[in-house]
């Protein structure tokens, strides 16, 4: 194994646990900045600053560490990363805290550039069994970082973002003395520019791309609300402290990890795509009746996680094996095997990683 995949993936990791940490005390710094009443607000706002940035930036990032090497976007990566847990950590006032954000969502590439250096240094034969790899990591991060965060959380609130910020500089390090100097040049065939509204244009121009996206949107938003507001959900309805929140966090991506890995591909089998994708829409319906309604903590286990991803995932894969043009993804020299990389340069505004099949 090479110390530029021993090194990616446990950036991945590394970087995870950091998101993770700091998910069950954003609420509670904000409440040392704004009145309760208006926490939820400022926390959707927080929230949506990264994703925003992240939607003009990530692409940006992308193109240049085709031109530049993975090891110096990375770098730039985890840099803004470190900067931006610091003054989430000591942050005076709130306005200072939303630059932080900013400026994390402008630097914020890591699992796209991770999964190019998986895409650079493997063979193609070899490339699922690293992706594979690489979402395991990315999980198991995600589902320690929220407990490690209760933890820390109930010692206080600047807790997990002192240790998200000592994180991210321990994966610079890594990064730095570690990983190589990766090449420079882009591939040939790569475009010279970006355009994202060209990007758009071309997505919604492909029958039966438009319609996907716009249940890929519908689904996203549905999804994110109940993920944004948990914490202050439980605080408020259930009387949970941030350690509990943290618990509950880490529970619910392990339970969404199992449906997905396991549940999802049997169910597929024995219902189809479509049929899983109208079973999870039931089941997500249903808890999020339950969650209108709940009063006792245990109650919450039974509004759990979908099937739903999983079933997006393979209508995603049957769209593209059917639509995809081999020559705008040319440069990537994919195998002819399922994969998750962000969409070609041209749709990379959508910020999501489709699972393809090269033809």
Same mark, same amino acid.
């Given at each position: @194994?090479?110390?530029?995949?021993?090194?990616?993936?446990?950036?991945?990791?590394?970087?995870?646990?950091?998101?993770?940490?700091?998910?069950?005390?954003?609420?509670?710094?904000?409440?040392?900045?704004?009145?309760?009443?208006?926490?939820?607000?400022?926390?959707?706002?927080?929230?949506?600053?990264?994703?925003? @940035?992240?939607?003009?930036?990530?692409?940006?990032?992308?193109?240049?560490?085709?031109?530049?090497?993975?090891?110096?976007?990375?770098?730039?990566?985890?840099?803004?990363? !470190?900067?931006?847990?610091?003054?989430?950590?000591?942050?005076?006032?709130?306005?200072?805290?939303?630059?932080?954000?900013?400026?994390?969502?402008? !630097? +914020?590439?890591?699992?796209?550039?991770?999964?190019?250096?998986?895409?650079?240094?493997?063979?193609? /034969? /070899?490339?699922?069994?690293?992706?594979? %790899? @690489?979402?395991?990591?990315?999980?198991?991060?995600?589902?320690?970082?929220?407990?490690?965060?209760?933890?820390?959380?109930?010692?206080?609130?600047?807790?997990?973002?002192?240790?998200?910020?000592?994180?991210?500089?321990?994966?610079?390090?890594?990064?730095?003395?570690?990983?190589?100097?990766?090449?420079?040049?882009?591939?040939? +065939?790569?475009?010279?520019?970006?355009?994202?509204?060209?990007?758009?244009?071309?997505?919604?121009?492909?029958?039966?791309?438009?319609?996907?996206?716009?249940?890929?949107?519908?689904?996203?938003?549905?999804?994110?609300?109940?993920?944004?507001?948990?914490?202050?959900? +439980?605080?408020?309805?259930?009387?949970?402290?941030?350690? !509990?929140?943290?618990?509950?966090?880490?529970?619910?991506?392990?339970?969404? !990890? %199992?449906?997905?890995?396991?549940?999802?591909?049997?169910?597929?089998?024995?219902?189809?795509?479509?049929?899983?994708?109208?079973?999870?829409?039931?089941?997500? @319906?249903?808890?999020?009746?339950?969650?209108? %309604?709940?009063?006792?903590?245990?109650?919450?286990?039974?509004?759990?996680?979908?099937?739903?991803?999983?079933?997006?995932?393979?209508?995603?894969?049957?769209?593209?094996? /059917?639509?995809?043009?081999?020559?705008?993804?040319?440069?990537?020299?994919?195998?002819?095997? /399922?994969?998750?990389?962000?969409?070609?340069?041209?749709?990379?505004?959508?910020?999501?990683?489709?699972?393809?099949?090269?033809?």
């Amino acid at each position: @194994m090479s110390k530029s995949l021993i090194t990616a993936l446990i950036v991945v990791a590394l970087d995870a646990i950091g998101l993770g940490l700091i998910m069950p005390v954003v609420p509670a710094l904000l409440n040392e900045f704004v009145p309760a009443e208006q926490t939820a607000f400022h926390y959707g706002v927080f929230l949506s600053l990264y994703a925003f @940035m992240q939607v003009f930036c990530a692409p940006v990032l992308g193109r240049l560490s085709d031109r530049y090497g993975r090891r110096i976007i990375l770098l730039v990566s985890f840099l803004g990363a !470190t900067i931006d847990y610091s003054i989430m950590a000591a942050a005076p006032v709130l306005w200072v805290l939303y630059i932080g954000r900013i400026i994390s969502g402008v !630097t +914020g590439a890591t699992g796209a550039i991770a999964a190019s250096i998986i895409a650079d240094t493997t063979k193609q /034969e /070899e490339r699922a069994r690293w992706f594979g %790899f @690489m979402g395991a990591c990315f999980g198991a991060g995600m589902i320690a970082g929220p407990a490690i965060g209760g933890v820390l959380g109930d010692i206080s609130v600047h807790a997990p973002f002192v240790a998200g910020a000592l994180l991210n500089a321990i994966a610079f390090c890594l990064v730095a003395f570690l990983l190589p100097k990766t090449p420079s040049q882009p591939p040939e +065939g790569q475009p010279a520019k970006i355009n994202l509204f060209e990007g758009f244009r071309f997505n919604f121009a492909v029958q039966g791309l438009a319609s996907f996206f716009a249940l890929f949107f519908l689904m996203q938003l549905i999804g994110q609300a109940p993920a944004a507001l948990w914490v202050i959900y +439980g605080e408020q309805r259930l009387n949970w402290d941030i350690g !509990t929140a943290g618990v509950s966090l880490a529970v619910f991506g392990a339970a969404h !990890t %199992f449906v997905q890995a396991v549940l999802t591909g049997t169910l597929s089998k024995r219902l189809g795509d479509r049929g899983v994708l109208l079973l999870g829409m039931g089941a997500d @319906m249903c808890g999020f009746l339950l969650l209108a %309604f709940i009063t006792q903590s245990w109650m919450a286990v039974f509004s759990g996680t979908g099937p739903i991803p999983g079933a997006i995932q393979e209508l995603q894969q049957q769209i593209f094996t /059917e639509w995809l043009p081999t020559s705008g993804f040319e440069y990537a020299e994919l195998p002819d095997i /399922e994969l998750y990389l962000d969409a070609n340069p041209q749709n990379a505004q959508f910020q999501i990683w489709l699972p393809i099949r090269a033809k």
